[in-house]
């Protein structure tokens, strides 16, 4: 494995998660399986090392993560109104690229940040910043600080570890997967569990009215110069078929696959008059993560998001020509 650009702030890291008792976790808001399964990995290796953890849940998540966040107790969740619980603790952030993606937690209420990240487009916001774009996922970084730690991996911890990895590379298959990310496969492998059921639940598997509704995005989408492929779903819509959030994660990958559009937007109107925008692309020269942090937004090279307050057509015209002007 490469050598750690990191170490420094590891060790740092690691000394000081060791000195302190009382720690508390948060990953980003719309949380995704590497932010739950890195952080829900930090969480298990703390509570084997008899610390008082707590994992701040400041967005709802997904059912379909419940594979990953059944192993973590119900005691261990704290809201973010309650502040006594958090207050003063050490707070370890893992996969968020800035500390707006906390949504509404005040990260001031904690007096030491470490800020475990892998976003390149990130503005770093700890006191010991463990940041590496290279990483493919939050999770490879995780499971370097363990082992910088020295600390053995349980099954569910590397189950845990796993589940990120294979989240944030489309199940090791996309651009960012190096050597590296098949070597931590293959040592988490080792410790034992079923792969299987990952890439099933995270990629393959959908329920009902998220097939319904990804009919509906295949039948309506616009495309543009076949290269920009793009659907907006109204709020009207929304409330209509009692859509949330979570129903709508992982479709917009799918208007990638008609070939042979390299740019793909799903504009969701949640409340009225605000957008969540989910941006996918198929080369890194069409990099969505840049665009989205336009928005105040941010993400990856190809996987990336914001949110934008507005008329909803509105919206879809100005991101649209900012694209436009991108793949020209
Ligand atoms: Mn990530």
């Not at 003063?88 to 952030?93: A, D, E, K, T, Y």
Request: net charge negative; hydrophobic share 40%; proline share 2%.
């Amino acid at each position: 494995m490469k050598n750690d650009p990191n170490m420094l702030e590891m060790d740092l890291a690691i000394q000081k998660i060791k000195e302190e008792d009382k720690i508390a976790l948060i990953c980003h808001i719309n949380p995704d399986a590497d932010a739950l399964g890195s952080t829900a990995a930090m969480y298990l290796m703390l509570k084997e090392c008899g610390k008082d953890v707590v994992w701040i849940q400041n967005d709802s998540v997904a059912g379909k993560y419940d594979f990953i966040t059944r192993y973590v107790e119900k005691e261990g969740w704290v809201q973010v109104e309650e502040k006594d619980r958090i207050k003063g603790r050490l707070l370890v952030s893992i996969d968020c690229g800035d500390k707006e993606r906390h949504g509404d937690f005040q990260t001031d209420l904690c007096p030491f940040v470490i800020d475990i990240d892998h976003h390149a487009s990130g503005q770093p916001f700890g006191d010991i910043n463990i940041i590496d774009p290279s990483a493919s996922a939050s999770g490879e970084i995780v499971f370097r600080l363990f082992a910088a730690w020295g600390r053995d991996l349980t099954k569910e911890i590397a189950f845990c570890l796993y589940s990120a990895i294979s989240a944030d590379t489309g199940n090791f298959k996309f651009s960012n997967v190096t050597k590296d990310t098949f070597l931590i496969a293959s040592k988490l492998k080792e410790v034992g569990f079923d792969h299987t059921v990952v890439p099933k639940i995270l990629f393959d598997e959908m329920d009902q009215k998220s097939a319904k509704l990804l009919g509906y995005i295949l039948s309506n989408y616009h495309s543009e110069q076949d290269t920009l492929i793009w659907i907006s779903v109204d709020h009207d819509f929304i409330t209509k078929h009692q859509l949330s959030g979570p129903d709508f994660d992982g479709l917009v990958s799918y208007l990638l696959r008609i070939v042979p559009h390299k740019v793909a937007v799903l504009f969701r109107e949640m409340e009225k008059d605000v957008a969540n925008l989910s941006f996918r692309s198929e080369e890194d020269r069409f990099d969505v993560g840049e665009l989205a942090s336009r928005f105040h937004g941010g993400g990856h090279k190809r996987a990336a998001g914001a949110v934008i307050e507005g008329k909803l057509d509105q919206t879809i015209s100005m991101v649209l020509s900012e694209i436009r002007d991108m793949i020209k």
